[in-house]
């Protein structure tokens, strides 16, 4: 199937550890997304590449690190988690030079307790 | 700042009444205005998308609607069926090289039998 994919689903962790988020997408796009979900179910933008360049960063805290290997995978480090993070995070991919029609993973709720 | 909003948090519809959300949306500048529904533990999924030099587009049971003059944009959906129930949200965009989807709040649309 074509799709967004990403991994876990669910990650519950204490305050204070290191976690990741994978995320790939054999879509055949250029760009990717990680966009965090809160618990009004408001939707925002983290990050963007391109092509593994960095094109977006919404104002993220330096503890969330984006890693992109290839135009495939793009993942998402967190450290030294806080409560604040617990939230369910989206990771997406588009063509740029096409306006519309991102493609949304699953999602991944992340729960620090 | 630039913001996408909606008016109703909440939206109740029998079963094959047609349903109309709203939203209203602050950058003029924007070029593409999408409509995502989001199942419950899914991610968003795109629905339809209007250019902003357009005021009208129609899918299959969708139309939507977008009025420049005064910021507003809705979905229309015909003969509302229960897996229609989701949260749907607007959302715009801005081409270019940080193009990026900026979302609005949702509104949660109930179908009832």
């Known amino acids: 199937d074509t799709a967004v994919s990403q991994t876990p689903k669910y990650l519950v962790t204490q305050m204070g550890n290191d976690k990741s988020i994978k995320c790939e997408q054999n879509?055949?796009?250029?760009?990717m997304y990680w966009y965090k979900q809160d618990s009004k179910k408001f939707l925002k933008i983290m990050f963007s590449?391109?092509?593994?360049?960095?094109?977006i960063n919404e104002t993220v805290p330096n503890r969330f690190s984006p890693k992109s290997p290839d135009k495939a995978h793009l993942n998402l480090h967190i450290n030294s988690l806080e409560l604040g993070d617990s939230a369910v995070y989206f990771c997406?991919?588009?063509?740029?030079?096409?306006?519309?029609?991102?493609?949304f993973g699953s999602g991944t709720r992340l729960t620090v307790v | 700042g630039e913001s996408v909003g909606l008016h109703l948090p909440t939206l109740s519809v029998q079963e094959g009444d047609n349903s109309i959300i709203n939203c209203a949306y602050s950058?003029?500048?924007?070029?593409?205005f999408i409509w995502y529904k989001q199942e419950s533990g899914k991610g968003p999924q795109f629905i339809i998308d209007?250019?902003?030099?357009?005021d009208k587009r129609q899918g299959q049971r969708v139309t939507v609607l977008l009025n420049k003059t005064v910021k507003h944009l809705s979905l229309q959906i015909a003969a509302t069926q229960p897996g229609d129930s989701a949260v749907y949200f607007c959302?715009?965009?801005?081409?270019?090289?940080?193009?990026?989807?900026?979302f609005g709040t949702g509104t949660r649309l109930q179908v009832t039998l």
């Open positions: 997406a991919s588009s063509h740029k030079d096409r306006a519309s029609g991102y493609t």
């Open positions: 879509l055949g796009h250029d760009t």
């Open positions: 590449y391109n092509n593994k360049e960095l094109i």
């Open positions: 950058n003029s500048a924007s070029d593409y």
């Open positions: 209007i250019r902003s030099n357009m």
């Open positions: 959302a715009e965009i801005t081409t270019g090289t940080a193009s990026k989807l900026t």
